[in-house]
T-cell receptor, first 112, second 113 residues
Framework: DTGVSQDPRHKITKRGQNVTFRCDPI?????LYWYRQTLGQGPEFLTY????????KSRLLSDRFSAERPKGSFSTLEIQRTEQGDSAMYLC??????????FGPGTRLLVL | GDSVTQMEGPVTLSEEAFLTINCTYT??????LFWYVQYPGEGLQLLLK?????DKGSNKGFEATYRKETTSFHLEKGSVQVSDSAVYFC????????????FGGGTRLMVKP
């Protein structure tokens, strides 16, 4: 399978804990995106990387959120001091340049 | 800013019925337009796209035509199947305003046998 993969698929955590998600893009894709989707809504953009450089960040990305793509391949998204409002599906996508974005299966986060 | 508006669901159809899901957009410049489909518990799958006015995107019997004059990108299928039951998202990519996709709220389609 050469699609976008995400790990874990599900995460349950208690409020105040830190969580980290991983995304592995399609191997030849140089751009990687993070989106957040709440129940019944469309995805909302969080941030994107071109190779290892983080080029754009949404105002949705509070200072509790940090994303990295250290070697220009996989990426991690960390949420510190989680809040109940962080409960959502976190989606990763990748593209070759400005081509079509292909999404992974997502990580569903539940903050208790 | 850019925005996408979709018809609210759910849309309930019988198998073999004709499907239309309306999508209109607001954007500066000349965005690319997309339809994605999401099956329960899964991520989004790219269904079709169009990159300029009057282009028609098509895939798996679904079609959508980029209409700049009406700022629309309505999704159609001539004969739906039970397996088409999913949530459909219209989206735009405006290279003049960053590289992020802007999504509509999604339309749930339920097809009954």
């Amino acid at each position: 399978d050469t699609g976008v993969s995400q790990d874990p698929r599900h995460k349950i955590t208690k409020r105040g804990q830190n969580v980290t998600f991983r995304c592995d893009p399609i191997s030849e894709h140089n751009r990687l995106y993070w989106y957040r989707q709440t129940l019944g809504q469309g995805p909302e953009f969080l941030t994107y990387f071109q190779n290892e450089a983080q080029l754009e960040k949404s105002r949705l990305l509070s200072d509790r959120f940090s994303a990295e793509r250290p070697k220009g391949s996989f990426s991690t998204l960390e949420i510190q001091r989680t809040e109940q409002g962080d409960s959502a599906m976190y989606l990763c996508a990748s593209s070759l340049g400005s081509g079509s974005q292909y999404f992974g299966p997502g990580t569903r986060l539940l903050v208790l | 800013g850019d925005s996408v508006t979709q018809m609210e669901g759910p849309v309930t159809l019988s198998e073999e019925a004709f499907l239309t899901i309306n999508c209109t957009y607001t954007a500066t410049g000349y965005p690319s337009l997309f339809w994605y489909v999401q099956y329960p518990g899964e991520g989004l799958q790219l269904l079709l796209k169009a990159t300029k006015a009057d282009d028609k995107g098509s895939n798996k019997g679904f079609e959508a035509t980029y209409r700049k004059e009406t700022t629309s990108f309505h999704l159609e299928k001539g004969s739906v199947q039970v397996s088409d039951s999913a949530v459909y998202f219209c989206a735009l990519l405006n290279n003049n305003a960053g590289n992020m996709l802007t999504f509509g709220g999604g339309t749930r389609l339920m097809v009954k046998p």
